[in-house]
């Protein structure tokens, strides 16, 4: 089946450092591809998206790149913030489904003061 | 009152036992959803109702039953449930149960643990 593979699990950086976290997705249609954040013991919050029409976006310190070729995306975090410490879930659409998402397993960052 | 609240937050029932997660939307949304969420797996998506509409039964077993009355609400009857069900249950609400360009707003979870 259609799934999203998402790299580091954990990501541990300074502050003021970058941070990249890496999905891949299989459906070589999938056109939507959103960014959540979830806080410990909060909900997951949608941070940015992308379409597949677009190779990149950008929200102040946030950046999200899509490759289609290559089938991945990234999730780009400019000089962290200790409040940048959170699990973030990548996702992606596939075709055969309207309104299903596949969520990739999370990437814990902790930002360092 | 915010977006997606969930009630209760948290839960412990028994193998034998019958309880139901609630979950309201105040944001004028169309679909509403129910994920789970496991530790180290993906976001799981279980059902999908769209104006009420179930639309989507992601293979879910029957102990987990949902039941949606009107567009605002959303419930998760939960019967003779395995300890491997215990999870976190995330509803979730958007304008449309198309993805693609809809947000999806999250509840915080009713955290589930059978005993």
């Known amino acids: 089946g259609e799934n999203v593979e998402q790299h580091p699990s954990t990501l541990s950086v300074q502050e003021g450092d970058s941070a990249v976290i890496k999905c891949t997705y299989s459906?070589?249609?999938?056109?939507?591809f959103p960014w959540y954040k979830q806080e410990l013991g909060k909900r997951p919050q949608l941070i940015i998206d992308?379409?597949?029409?677009?190779g990149e976006k950008k929200d102040q310190r946030i950046a999200v790149t899509l490759n289609k070729t290559a089938k991945h995306f990234s999730l780009h975090i400019t000089e962290t913030q200790p409040e940048d410490s959170a699990v973030y879930f990548c996702?992606?659409?596939?075709?055969?489904?309207?309104?299903?998402?596949?969520f990739g397993s999370g990437t814990r960052l902790l930002v360092r003061p | 009152e915010t977006g997606v609240t969930q009630t209760p937050r948290h839960l412990v029932m028994g193998m034998t036992n019958k309880k139901s997660l609630k979950c309201e939307q105040h944001?004028?949304?169309?679909?509403m959803y129910w994920y789970k969420q496991s530790a180290k797996k993906p976001l799981e998506l279980m059902f999908v109702?769209?104006?009420?509409?179930?639309?989507e039964n992601n293979s879910v077993p029957s102990r987990f039953s949902p039941e949606c009355p009107n567009s605002s609400h959303l419930f998760l009857h939960l019967h003779t449930l395995q300890p491997e069900d215990s999870a976190l249950y995330l509803c979730?609400?958007?304008?449309?149960?198309?993805?693609?360009?809809?947000?999806?707003?999250f509840g915080e979870g009713s955290w589930l643990t059978v005993v």
């Open positions: 979730a609400s958007s304008q449309s149960y198309r993805v693609t360009g809809n947000t999806i707003y």
């Open positions: 944001l004028g949304h169309n679909a």
């Open positions: 459906d070589s249609a999938s056109n939507y």
């Open positions: 992308i379409r597949s029409n677009v």
């Open positions: 109702y769209s104006l009420e509409e179930r639309v």
């Open positions: 996702a992606a659409s596939i075709t055969d489904s309207s309104y299903k998402l596949i």
